[in-house]
């Protein structure tokens, strides 16, 4: 209890310093003053009276500062004395402080931006109810990557099973078309199964949510149910409270809104913000011929989660579906010859996995590059560390005589430690929060690279708890990193060493020069790290780039057209397109125009199994394209012919292969005018290969190309009311294009939502969005690597050079001429430089090997990127030594020596 009442007393005190301060002077006021009049009495004459009182008395000073340790708390005390001497210290030292926060910004900032990044892709949870209780179904299926897309059917043989999920749901991000008076605009929504809004357990603002009575066909008794968004309820219907039971026509079809879900609310798609959901069941009514559900096994389409029942566990519920894979295939699919197919081929495999962030895909492509640059941020951050270091330590050996002095008056070696902590530590925080300021602005710059290509997704990036504790903790091992070894090594040399020391001790000062130069060289080797990672990923990029697509997309720009709910079908939809084709043709600027269903490289594929000529299976891509494709793709025809518009299915099913396609099912002989049977919907039918044409790449860009085939548009029966998307050859000049789509369309088919147009060099760019974003990053920290390495070799070299001052001076008295001081100043980075390139250059040799997934038709060891990240380090290291070096030359010898 005394312990307590003292501490509290002692806290009390810190906070009325200045009252005791002044109630303790003057107490000893009164008690010196007594004490001469006791002497005056005696007979003392004043101003001996004075003297003997105060010898009598003792220090003033020492008793006063011993009431003041008394009294308060000292550690506290020490450390707010040490905080304002920092900052004092900092104050003085402008252009060290400003260099030295820079520096750190730019190491915590980057960090802390990426992370913000991680954070918000991978880290953060959904903000639903026990998030923690959700899992996320995938399964492997002939592939080394997990995949993550389920058939209808498969799901609803999941959803029928209860054991380890007490509920299964799925759901699809999809854009629809929603009536808006006259007019229709696209909207973005989800399908999702009756289980959906029950596994999220989100309650709604108003109504009620969809359950497993609304996902049935032709949905409950009341008709079609939908439930929107608030930022919908509050756009659209300006928050009308009597919302519940309107109307909302999507896709031509009429739904009874039942619900309105809170803003925080967006479903189990951490990237998605759907301004409503519909039930899955009802996808047949709204896609009609392009219905997914209607493709059966076959349509890949739908993200699966789950919610534990109370008690499971994640890895209870993972051997619950891997052991009950038979199973379900076999409820699922009808198609026996699949199955059997499925099970000795391509070896499906069902497994659970923690699902409390949700799913989204994007999360699997950027996972990987994220956390490289994250390495690569590191290596910054270690860098100005190492940087940082080696300036504390030169600043150290400045600051000897004052800390000799300091010891000398009886300060101890852990209390001068502790300041130049805490002045290092005012550094890290100061550095910290300039990251922190820089780090939200930056994020947004690289979330707008990482989503170039999904224009409809949302990332959050804010600074949440994680953030900051990342921050905090990367200050105080930053801080660690680069004070500690400086404050102890600043502080360990003989005291009445340093007081004899003065500018002749350079023997002294070499000797402790020495760690700040491996430190350089450490940071050298770093450096290098950094720009031949960053060299070999801008390498591979542009040979990416550059390497062929099988096409021309210069010059190439798709129109996509929304023709789902047009009303035209068939015949007359070609004659649409046809005429549609002839009037763009016409336009400024436009050299020839096509049409295809699959667009390149955007992620979507069809895929057919075709027998070669001795059987065996072979999956083959297909795209449904018009007459001139290929030469608008600038794809060659190296046999045969193109298809035309008379390629109708009265004459009969052509086919053109490409040369990997002809090979694989043709392999003993020529393709060109010979059959292919191939069952679809079981229906046999017979294709006549009319043409071989070259490799073109369509789905991944990473890849080489695949088997492809190619069907005549008006042969493309099973999709009467299909949307194909133009292909126009320009000649580069595109300004008008996107007005007369607009025209053109508007004055054809006025129902039809207004065309979008793209340019291929767009999309190969969102394809490759993963690799921009690292090249992109790695080339700016490898711009950052550089200037902070040439910043720590300038300023290492510069104070070398001033402390050499004399002896440059004796030197150049004794006959050294200037160009032999340049040299020998130049030389001691020259040192640095060298042993840091061959430490850095075996460490690149090493750790580039973890770069080989990333790079495309580049070497980890490329010879030439090495060799010009050599030459680009040797560089700043010159450009760094020029300024201290001419300094030195400019030493005028008798004045060094008058000086010293």
């Known amino acids: 209890m005394d312990l307590v009442r003292s501490l509290l007393s002692r806290m009390v005190a810190m906070f009325q310093r200045r009252r005791l301060d002044a109630s303790l002077d003057?107490?000893?006021?009164?008690?010196?003053?007594?004490?001469?009049?006791?002497?005056?009495?005696?007979?003392?004459?004043?101003?001996?009276?004075?003297?003997?009182?105060?010898?009598?008395?003792?220090?003033?000073?020492?008793?006063?500062?011993?009431?003041?340790?008394?009294?308060?708390?000292?550690?506290?005390?020490?450390?707010?004395?040490?905080?304002?001497?920092?900052?004092?210290?900092?104050?003085?030292?402008?252009?060290?402080?400003?260099?030295?926060?820079?520096?750190?910004?730019?190491?915590?900032?980057?960090?802390?931006?990426v992370f913000s990044m991680i954070n918000g892709l991978l880290l953060r949870p959904l903000p639903v109810p026990e998030s923690d209780r959700l899992a996320v179904v995938g399964m492997q299926f002939g592939a080394p990557n997990p995949n993550y897309s389920f058939p209808e059917p498969l799901f609803r043989a999941f959803e029928r099973r209860h054991g380890a999920f007490s509920t299964t749901f799925a759901f699809n991000h999809?854009?629809?078309?929603?009536?808006?008076?006259?007019?229709?605009?696209?909207?973005?929504?989800?399908?999702?199964?009756?289980?959906?809004?029950?596994?999220?357990?989100?309650?709604?603002?108003?109504?009620?949510?969809?359950?497993?009575?609304?996902?049935?066909?032709?949905?409950?008794?009341?008709?079609?149910?939908?439930?929107?968004s608030e930022t919908l309820w509050e756009n659209r219907y300006h928050r009308d409270p009597a919302i519940l039971g309107q109307r909302i026509v999507i896709d031509n079809v009429a739904f009874t809104i039942v619900g309105v879900m809170p803003r925080s609310f967006f479903g189990a798609d951490p990237l998605q913000r759907p301004?409503?959901?519909?039930?899955?069941a009802d996808e047949e009514v709204l896609a009609g011929e392009r219905s997914l559900v209607k493709f059966g096994h076959r349509a890949w389409w739908?993200?699966?989660?789950?919610?534990?029942?109370?008690?499971a566990t994640l890895e209870q519920a993972s051997k619950e579906v891997g052991a009950a894979e038979g199973a379900v295939l076999r409820e699922a699919v009808q198609d026996a010859d699949w199955i059997k197919r499925t099970e000795q081929e391509r070896h499906i495999r069902f497994f659970a996995e923690p699902g409390s962030t949700g799913f989204t895909y994007i999360r699997l492509n950027f996972r990987k590059?994220?956390?490289?640059?994250?390495?690569?941020?590191?290596?910054?951050?270690?860098?100005?560390?190492?940087?940082?270091?080696?300036?504390?330590?030169?600043?150290?050996?400045?600051?000897?005589?004052?800390?000799?002095?300091?010891?000398?008056?009886?300060?101890?070696?852990?209390?001068l430690i502790q300041q130049l902590m805490i002045e290092g530590l005012l550094l890290g925080v100061t550095g910290t929060i300039a990251g922190l300021a820089l780090a939200p602005a930056v994020s947004h710059l690289l979330v707008a690279v990482l989503l170039s290509g999904h224009q409809q997704a949302h990332l959050d990036t804010s600074l949440d708890w994680r953030v900051f504790a990342f921050a905090s903790a990367t200050a105080v091992l930053a801080t660690l990193l680069f004070a500690l070894v400086p404050a102890i090594k600043a502080t360990s040399r003989n005291l009445m060493e340093r007081m004899k020391d003065g500018q002749n001790a350079t023997r002294t000062i070499d000797r402790s020069g020495i760690l700040p130069r491996v430190l350089m060289g450490a940071e050298v080797g770093v450096a290098l790290l950094l720009v031949v990672g960053a060299g070999l990923i801008a390498t591979s990029l542009v040979r990416l780039y550059h390497d062929g697509m099988g096409f021309d997309p210069r010059g190439l720009e798709n129109i996509e057209f929304s023709m789902e709910n047009s009303g035209l079908k068939g015949d007359a939809l070609m004659s649409f397109y046809r005429e549609m084709g002839q009037r763009l043709s016409h336009a400024p600027g436009v050299t020839s125009v096509s049409y295809e269903l699959m667009t390149p490289l955007i992620g979507y594929q069809w895929d057919e199994d075709y027998n070669d000529t001795r059987g065996a299976v072979h999956d083959t891509f297909m795209n449904s394209v018009a007459p001139a494709y290929f030469s608008t793709m600038r794809i060659p025809l190296l046999a045969g012919r193109d298809f035309t518009w008379d390629d109708t299915p009265s004459v009969g099913k052509k086919l053109i292969l490409n040369q990997t396609a002809a090979g694989q099912l043709f392999p003993d002989g020529p393709a060109?005018?010979?059959?292919?049977?191939?069952?679809?919907?079981?229906?046999?039918?017979?294709?006549e290969v009319v043409g071989i044409v070259g490799d073109a790449k369509y789905a991944d860009i990473h890849s080489v190309a695949p088997p492809t085939g190619y069907v005549p548009m008006p042969q493309n029966d099973f999709v009467q009311s299909a949307?194909?998307?133009?292909?126009?050859?320009?000649?580069?000049?595109?300004?008008?294009?996107?007005?007369?789509?607009?025209?053109?369309?508007?004055?054809?088919?006025?129902?039809?939502?207004?065309?979008?147009?793209?340019?291929?060099?767009?999309?190969?760019?969102?394809?490759?969005?993963?690799?921009?974003?690292?090249?992109?990053?790695?080339?700016?920290?490898?711009?950052?690597?550089?200037?902070?390495?040439?910043?720590?070799?300038?300023?290492?070299?510069?104070?070398?050079?001033?402390?050499?001052t004399t002896e440059i001076g004796i030197r150049m008295a004794l006959g050294a001429k200037r160009s032999q001081v340049v040299a020998m100043v130049f030389g001691q980075n020259l040192w640095v430089v060298m042993g840091g390139t061959v430490v850095g250059l075996a460490a690149a040799l090493l750790v580039t090997r973890a770069l080989a997934s990333f790079l495309f038709s580049t070497s980890a060891h490329d010879p030439w990127v090495i060799a010009a990240s050599i030459c680009a380090l040797g560089l700043a290291a010159c450009?760094?030594?020029?300024?201290?070096?001419?300094?030195?030359?400019?030493?005028?010898?008798?004045?060094?020596?008058?000086?010293e």
């Open 26 to 113: 003057e107490e000893l006021r009164v008690h010196i003053d007594l004490a001469i009049e006791e002497q005056m009495r005696r007979g003392v004459p004043e101003a001996e009276a004075r003297r003997l009182a105060l010898r009598e008395f003792g220090g003033v000073t020492q008793v006063r500062e011993t009431y003041r340790e008394q009294r308060g708390l000292p550690l506290i005390e020490q450390i707010r004395r040490d905080i304002r001497y920092g900052i004092f210290q900092l104050w003085k030292s402008p252009g060290f402080a400003l260099t030295a926060i820079l520096t750190l910004a730019l190491g915590v900032g980057a960090n802390t931006t």
């Open 174 to 228: 999809t854009t629809f078309q929603v009536k808006s008076g006259a007019s229709t605009e696209n909207i973005q929504g989800q399908y999702v199964s009756g289980g959906f809004f029950d596994a999220l357990r989100t309650v709604p603002m108003l109504g009620r949510t969809l359950n497993a009575q609304d996902d049935r066909k032709g949905g409950d008794s009341a008709g079609f149910a939908a439930v929107i």
């Open 275 to 280: 301004q409503f959901f519909v039930p899955l």
């Open 302 to 311: 739908l993200n699966v989660m789950g919610r534990l029942a109370p008690g």
């Open 369 to 415: 590059p994220l956390m490289a640059v994250f390495a690569m941020c590191g290596g910054i951050l270690l860098l100005a560390c190492m940087n940082l270091a080696s300036l504390l330590m030169a600043r150290g050996t400045a600051r000897q005589k004052e800390l000799a002095t300091r010891m000398a008056l009886g300060a101890t070696r852990r209390r």
């Open 672 to 687: 060109l005018g010979r059959t292919i049977r191939h069952e679809e919907r079981k229906k046999l039918e017979v294709y």
């Open 723 to 804: 949307s194909f998307v133009a292909v126009v050859r320009t000649n580069g000049s595109t300004g008008s294009l996107m007005g007369t789509a607009r025209a053109i369309t508007a004055q054809m088919a006025p129902q039809v939502p207004v065309p979008e147009v793209t340019s291929m060099e767009k999309i190969i760019d969102d394809a490759m969005g993963p690799e921009r974003m690292m090249t992109l990053l790695a080339v700016f920290f490898a711009v950052c690597a550089l200037v902070v390495t040439a910043i720590g070799l300038y300023g290492t070299l510069a104070y070398a050079t001033a402390r050499r």
């Open 879 to 899: 450009a760094a030594s020029l300024l201290p070096a001419l300094r030195a030359a400019r030493i005028e010898p008798m004045a060094a020596i008058r000086c």
